[in-house]
């Protein structure tokens, strides 16, 4: 499979620090070849695999772009749980079918287009419709299976991208195929989802503030942001025994969003119109960076590479020397 084979753990580590993998979901019934295809991805070879139970998470490098793999079980009790949680939350989705099994048509038409409306119309997103198993002589021709499945309709669905392939995970069939559809269309929507942080802030989880970046004709006061959040933590510390519960807040003309750990508050304000799920990934980045930092002096020059801001625009407020 040649340029999407994985890179080598160091070059990994390196792209984990910049950035974290573009989420992207698999889904469809028992037996399809989920799991045969995330080996087939990450190895470029066939593997005989077992049903997948819940979820499995997988990273791998394809082109330029490193995604992560949620492949989620096919048995019902996983559609009707896990498979909502996150669909929701997937830039795309994955989805497969055994070709050469037409009595699951009618059940996997059901899951598919249930799947898609889960995605809502708000953030555009992308859909690969793999129909596997091609290399067996009772698998069903494309055309057939796009009219049975009702896929033209997804004409309809004005933010989605879509593509469909006939593939064998055993063959390699249209395998490079889907990958370069994948990667081409995926950073399409990467670029429209860029955000442009108003604020970011760091503090202890007593609301000392750390570290705020926040743009220099920032209507907002995020000053009093640190002392808030950390009110709203103590509180559901005693109230639910747990922190972490703010997740998210609206306020005006902004998004704010919140991350809290055993040691920090993180929050990152956005424009209304900006993407919460770009916004939500970005704030996971940093806090994997920040997390077991010792030294705060790099602290200024990681949180501006991560978020990828000019200082220049920026007023800088530090709570460490």
Not at 105 to 130: M, N, P, T, V
Not at 134 to 149: C, K, P
Not at 159 to 174: L, W, Y
Not at 259 to 276: A, G, N
Request: hydrophobic share 40%; with cysteine; net charge negative.
């Amino acid at each position: 499979m040649g340029v999407f084979r994985l890179r080598n753990a160091k070059q990994s580590q390196i792209l984990k620090f910049n950035k974290k993998g573009i989420p992207l979901v698999i889904i469809g019934l028992p037996q399809g070849g989920k799991s045969t295809f995330v080996k087939r991805v990450k190895t470029g070879e066939f593997f005989e695999t077992r049903a997948t139970m819940g979820m499995q998470f997988e990273t791998a490098e394809i082109g330029d772009i490193r995604f992560d793999i949620f492949d989620l079980g096919g048995h019902k009790s996983y559609r009707k749980t896990i498979w909502q949680t996150y669909t929701k939350l997937a830039y795309g989705l994955i989805f497969i079918i055994d070709s050469a099994n037409p009595e699951t048509f009618d059940l996997a038409k059901k899951e598919f287009w249930r799947s898609i409306d889960l995605k809502g119309d708000q953030d555009e997103f992308i859909i690969l419709f793999l129909c596997n198993k091609s290399d067996l002589d009772e698998s069903v021709d494309l055309e057939t299976i796009i009219n049975h499945m009702e896929l033209y309709k997804l004409v309809e669905k004005e933010n989605a991208s879509f593509q469909f392939f006939k593939t064998s995970m055993k063959t390699g069939e249209n395998v490079d195929a889907t990958l370069k559809w994948l990667v081409s269309n995926t950073s399409r929507i990467v670029q429209k989802r860029t955000i442009h942080p108003q604020m970011f802030m760091l503090a202890d989880l007593e609301g000392f503030p750390i570290l705020e970046i926040d743009k220099m004709d920032l209507e907002e006061d995020p000053s009093l942001m640190a002392g808030f959040l950390s009110a709203i933590e103590s509180f559901s510390q005693k109230l639910f025994g747990k922190t972490g519960i703010l997740q998210f807040m609206q306020s005006g003309d902004y998004k704010y969003i919140v991350k809290t750990d055993d040691k920090f508050i993180y929050s990152l304000i956005i424009k209304m119109d900006e993407c919460q799920e770009e916004a939500r990934r970005l704030i996971e980045i940093v806090s994997e960076n920040v997390y077991n930092m010792e030294n705060f002096g790099i602290l200024e020059g990681i949180i501006t590479q991560l978020l990828n801001i000019d200082p220049s625009e920026y007023v800088l407020r530090k709570g460490f020397i």
